[in-house]
């Protein structure tokens, strides 16, 4: 484990982004910035109905030629995305990337046409006409399971990918504990919503005779691996690039059908095509997430010490399995990490990965932490509601101590380091509960309710091998490598396979690099999110880059540095022992030679280098793995002061605050804005964002008119306390800090509206809490008084 | 989502607009702020093949003060009216909704003219100047007519507009000295549509003791006269007054719509 600084810009400095001069300056270069010459641009017709057999497609005479189908693409060699988890009884879907026969979902791309610009393709698409003779609809996953429900996929016995039990020692407990309480609680589906939508350029060059696939993704090797899978090509023949990336938060960590798609047709057509999503098509049509169902249980003693939760989980996991991370990746996490960073012994979770006619859920920034956590958390607080303690004592009653870390919880999660039960005193400390627990008895001269509300999650990152092996996802990650290169100027290049899409990895990455080598962030280049140029990787996800890509960095980096001191002693004609590289200088004693100057000798004045020099010289590949497999655990304590209009349901945050561990801070501010930016979309999930669908499977949400996104005025001013335990199992003691902001607001919001509702006997357990939802609750406990 | 091809015409007088938009050969729609039909443009809910943009013409830029009344050009925009580079007959009113209308980007281009013609339930213009008691000056190839506020919205985006008509202006009535107004929008979020909308004047010197409940499924719901102020407005008196309208959908919207015609009726009576 290195020295760890907080001054300078090494690891731990609060240093500027290297990336933010482009980027903030509008400089930067996404997919929708590409021109190519003779690019043509890509129209999808979609399906307008949830589920019908295709009875005809009708391509009008002129445009014939400009319009692709299915038949097609088969005829093309082309096969469906296979996603296939590796757990037992999961059963296959098969998605091809335009309708074979049958949608599944309104938005399901049916043809492809081709155009000058998007408003001609658009023309062609109006002008295709395809008869759909409809299907009985499967729109709600608890319906979807009941006996005679339509079967989405025909071969199927029933709409279930896979069900999954998890425990089962809960019979005993659940007879003789002294305290039970059950809720049912429920997650929304909804968007991701990243600034820039999906978008693709695909064409072949000639010159290395490759196709090259220009795209707004995450994982570039993933998608190189996915379109061979797909397109039959070998991978060989494919170069995956991702440009400037304007946010990714799961819906760019898949292979899409339009990236098959317009794969296809720039090898067809010859020529250069590209597809853009807009809102529209991203809000109806594919990139949903999050919509988890639970039927819960937790048992405990009167103090409210937990002695068993028992639990039931449906997810809706719409019509396919995506690729990489299957459908089941969503039920798989519940059934694991629903436990949160309670110590109890008994535990038992039913898991259900439902197919219905909605577009394939998608792992979004937290994944099904941000539903467990509003399901567990809800729990504490109605334990704690139930032995009349303050909902803040009985989550220090449960959560795991420090002196039992590093522990293994019920599920066998190990976690790594930190204090839990602190990261909760903290934040009672810091909102001032007895504050608010005064003005909550004086009352509101506008007659609104004050409710405080606290979320404490632990969120595992940098998943290492075996937690990906099992929950049988079929992309399992490894060692993670990075090439780190000298240049003969004494700069430095590192390339990595992950990709930087918001995490700041252009200044982070050079940070750690600096703190081995010395050699000052402007001459540190990052070069990523390209197969032709990086080693391979499973790409950004799982708040996984600066643990495992960052530690193969200080790896390779610490090989360089091994590399250069041993040149630079024979420069100096120094022995090896003594000799040390520091401040971006090899120095014996006194004299010292700069890295630029060993940089020059290894490549351009080789005769003076030791005859013995390692014949691997200044360009090193790495790989990496943390100590331990099961990742890191970061953890934190939401805590939120909010005021309920029971007039008209709305919710105002009235002050939030963020008490996190992330272990080491690599760079705090840019931790700050992970932290800010999960909140924000945490707030979302809480009080506005759901995408609703009829009985039909119809999207009632099209435009940002309909599905609501917190605003500037609507996000609170976040207050951040950190604490920094470091994880003993990785380079600098860092650990994934990434999705957290997202996972506990919803919880925090929901804890601190039922605290104010607490007067009129209201309880919600639903997300978002809009005033709809909040209206209706008090109405209903009106009209059952 | 990019719009149909369609043509564009940017005439210079309000003649030359009422003749193009007169034309029977093709699909022909006016364009003032495009802040309601731009997106339906690139949503394809509208489709026009000839578009006429009267932001240029003079005459419907104009803001004058005509005897006891403003009359406001068609293409005044939204921010213009919230900046108050004109005399202010309204004690208030105007730039004070004005300012609430969804975001400035919006009120830079959006015009008043254009809200109404729009038609949106929960647009603010649409209640507001039917609390004021405005007329709405209509114009066609055969002349004007003018019709009060009342008798110009019929329904959701619907208007006593006829085709080939424009809104040309509006006359808003001047207020007295002792006028006092409200004015409450429940918003899920800055800037977003108004779910209930209500708008009080009370202004004794002129007899007017009116409640508008906007942003319902249907016309503004106009409670004009004393009965519901010398009840003492209770919350039961005001959704007995809303019973049966298009305010009272059902018991959330009925309870949402009381609510906001309470708080605008508090700001009139502190």
Redesign the interface.
């Known amino acids: 484990m290195g020295e760890v600084s907080t001054a300078g810009s090494g690891v731990g400095a609060r240093v500027r982004r290297k990336e933010d001069d482009r980027l903030l300056r509008g400089r930067g270069r996404f997919v929708g910035d590409i021109a190519l010459v003779g690019m043509k641009e890509l129209a999808f017709v979609r399906s307008p109905v949830a589920h019908a057999t295709i009875t005809g497609i009708e391509i009008p005479e002129e445009h014939r030629g400009a319009v692709f189908t299915w038949a097609d693409l088969a005829a093309g060699g082309v096969k469906p995305i296979r996603a296939v988890s590796g757990l037992p009884g999961f059963k296959v879907s098969e998605q091809p990337a335009l309708a074979d026969g049958k949608v599944r979902f309104v938005g399901e791309p049916v043809a492809v046409c081709v155009a000058a610009?998007?408003?001609e393709a658009?023309?062609i698409a109006?002008s295709v006409f395809v008869d759909y003779a409809e299907l009985p609809v499967n729109s709600d996953m608890l319906e979807a399971v009941t006996p005679g429900a339509p079967k989405v996929h025909d071969h199927w016995p029933d709409n279930v990918f896979l069900e999954t039990n998890v425990g089962g020692n809960i019979a005993e407990i659940a007879a003789t504990a002294p305290v039970k309480v059950s809720r049912t609680i429920r997650t929304a589906r909804q968007c991701m919503v990243p600034l820039e939508g999906k978008g693709v350029v695909a064409h072949w060059d000639r010159h290395v005779e490759q196709l090259v696939l220009t795209t707004s993704t995450q994982m570039p090797h993933i998608v190189r691996a996915g379109l061979s899978e797909c397109l039959d090509l070998d991978q060989g023949l494919i170069r995956v690039v991702a440009p400037d990336v304007g946010g990714g938060f799961g819906w760019k960590g898949l292979l899409q059908p339009e990236e098959i798609v317009a794969a296809w047709i720039a090898m067809r057509l010859d020529r250069p095509v590209r597809w853009t999503e807009?809102?529209?098509e991203h809000l109806v049509a594919a990139a949903n997430a999050r919509e988890h169902h639970y039927e819960i249980t937790a048992y405990a003693d009167e103090r409210g010490r937990l002695l068993g939760i028992e639990a039931d989980a449906w997810v809706d996991a719409g019509a396919y399995s995506v690729y990489p991370f299957s459908a089941c990746l969503e039920a798989a996490q519940v059934g694991s990490i629903l436990p949160g960073p309670y110590d109890f012994a008994h535990y038992r979770c039913r898991t259900f990965s439902v197919c219905t006619n909605k577009p394939p859920i998608v792992p979004y920034r937290g994944v099904a932490r941000t539903g467990v956590c509003f399901a567990m958390e809800q729990m504490i607080d109605a334990v704690a509601d139930a032995v009349g303690r303050e909902p803040w004592q009985v989550r220090l009653e449960n959560l795991v101590p420090p002196e039992k870390m590093p522990f293994d919880n019920v599920t066998k999660k190990h976690f790594d380091s930190g204090d839990y039960p602190e990261s909760v005193r903290r934040a009672v400390a810091a909102i001032e509960l007895e504050g608010w627990r005064a003005r909550q008895k004086s009352g509101e001269p506008d007659g609104r309710l004050i409710g405080v509300g606290f979320a404490t999650y632990c969120e595992q990152s940098a998943h290492g091998t075996a937690v990906y092996h099992g929950w049988g996802i079929p992309m399992v990650p490894g060692h993670e490598q990075a090439q780190a290169r000298i240049t003969p100027d004494g700069g430095l290049e590192l390339r990595v396979g992950v990709q930087s899409h918001g995490q700041s990895m252009e200044t982070t990455f050079a940070q750690v690099a600096h703190e081995v080598l010395g050699i000052p962030l402007e001459k540190i280049k990052l070069v990523h999110g390209d197969t032709g140029l990086t080693p391979y990787s499973t790409g950004t996800w799982g708040s996984r880059s600066m643990v495992m890509a960052g530690g193969a960095v200080a790896t390779a980096c610490r090989t360089l540095a091994e590399r250069l001191r041993k040149i630079g002693a024979h420069l100096m004609q120094a022995g090896p022992d003594g000799v040390v590289l520091e401040g971006g200088l090899v120095r014996a004693g006194p004299a010292a030679v700069t890295i630029r100057e060993i940089a020059h000798t290894w490549y351009r004045a080789p005769q003076l280098l030791p005859a013995d020099v390692d014949r691997g010289g200044l360009e090193v590949t790495a790989g990496y793995k943390p100590g331990s497999d099961h990742g890191t655990f970061s953890y934190a304590t939401h805590a939120v002061a909010l005021a309920v209009d029971p007039?008209?349901g709305?919710v105002e945050i009235l002050d939030y605050l963020v008490v996190e561990d992330a272990g080491t801070m690599v760079n705090p501010m840019v931790v700050d804005g992970q932290i800010y930016g999960g909140v924000a979309q945490g707030v979302g999930t809480a009080l506005?964002e759901r995408m609703p669908y009829d009985a039909e499977g119809q999207p009632l949400a099209?435009?940002f008119?309909d599905y609501?996104v917190?605003?500037?005025?609507?996000v609170p001013h976040v207050r951040i306390i950190h604490m920094l335990t470091p994880s003993p199992y990785t380079e600098f003691g860092v650990k994934g800090i990434g999705e957290g902001g997202a996972i506990a607001p919803p919880a925090a919001i929901c804890n601190a509206i039922n605290d104010a509702l607490k007067p009129l006997g209201v309880t919600v357990t639903n997300a978002p809490m809009?005033?709809?939802v909040i209206?209706?609750a008090i109405?209903e406990t009106r009209g059952a008084a | 989502m990019k719009a149909v091809d369609f043509d564009y015409a940017q005439p210079a007088t309000l003649d030359a607009a009422l003749e193009l938009l007169s034309r029977e050969d093709v699909m022909v729609r006016p364009v003032a702020g495009s802040q309601s039909l731009g997106p339906m443009l690139n949503l394809r809910l509208a489709q026009p093949e000839l578009l006429v943009d009267i932001t240029r013409i003079a005459e419907l830029q104009a803001i004058r003060l005509d005897g006891d009344r403003l009359t406001i050009g068609a293409c005044v925009t939204h921010a213009r009216l919230e900046d108050g580079d004109y005399p202010d007959v309204t004690r208030g009113v105007l730039p004070s909704v004005a300012a609430v209308i969804a975001y400035r980007a919006v009120r830079n281009r959006g015009t008043i003219g254009g809200s109404l013609a729009h038609a949106d339930p929960a647009a603010d213009w649409v209640n507001v100047l039917t609390a004021l008691g405005a007329d709405v000056v209509i114009a066609g190839t055969g002349g004007r007519r003018t019709v009060p506020m009342t008798d110009f919205i019929l329904g959701v985006f619907e208007t006593a507009l006829q085709p080939g008509e424009i809104v040309a202006e509006i006359h808003v009535p001047a207020l007295s000295d002792r006028a006092r107004w409200g004015y409450y929008k429940v918003c899920r979020k800055t800037g977003e549509f108004s779910h209930a909308t209500g708008a009080v004047l009370i202004d004794p010197a002129r007899g007017v003791q009116r409640c508008v409940a906007g942003a319902t499924s249907g016309k503004p719901v106009v409670i004009d006269g004393p009965a519901l102020f010398e009840g003492g407005c209770t919350e039961a008196a005001m959704a007995a007054h809303l019973a049966g309208s298009p305010a009272a959908d059902d018991p959330i919207a009925l309870k949402t719509h009381t609510v906001a015609l309470k708080r605008a009726i508090a700001q009139v009576m502190s």
């Open positions: 610009t998007r408003a658009e023309d109006a807009d809102r529209r007039e008209i709305q506005y099209s435009t008119a609501l917190p605003g500037f005025t609507e809009t005033p709809e209206l209706g109405a």
